[in-house]
């Protein structure tokens, strides 16, 4: 048998776990993201360059260091789960076509 102690629970904690139950599934995985995304902003502070480095690799070597990271297990993991994610969001209506504008940009079509 397998036992673990765990801390209680802040009160910060409570509240977040009592709000995610009370969300739709979608809100829930947005949710999900920007955690995400403010723990890599906590890992990696928010030095814009330093970001800019992890993020955009340097054009020089760009291609392989892609490569590299793209045939790691985790790496493909995740983006078979991405692509699942986004078949998924397409099967139930929740996606949106868009068009690019006259000016490059994209918008909702």
Not at 19 to 46: D, H
Not at 70 to 95: H, S, Y
Request: negative net charge.
């Amino acid at each position: 048998m397998n036992t673990e102690i765990l801390s209680p629970l802040t009160r910060d904690e409570q509240k977040l776990i009592d709000i995610i139950r009370c969300l739709p599934t979608e809100c829930v995985s947005q949710l999900i993201e920007f955690a995400k995304f403010l723990n890599f902003k906590r890992t990696y502070g928010n030095d814009e360059n330093e970001v800019g480095r992890i993020v955009e690799p340097q054009e020089e070597g760009k291609e392989d260091l892609w490569d590299n990271l793209l045939t790691q297990p985790a790496a493909k993991n995740r983006l078979r789960e991405l692509a699942q994610e986004a078949l998924a969001d397409e099967r139930n209506g929740r996606t949106t076509e868009i068009i690019v504008t006259k000016d490059g940009r994209l918008a909702p079509a």
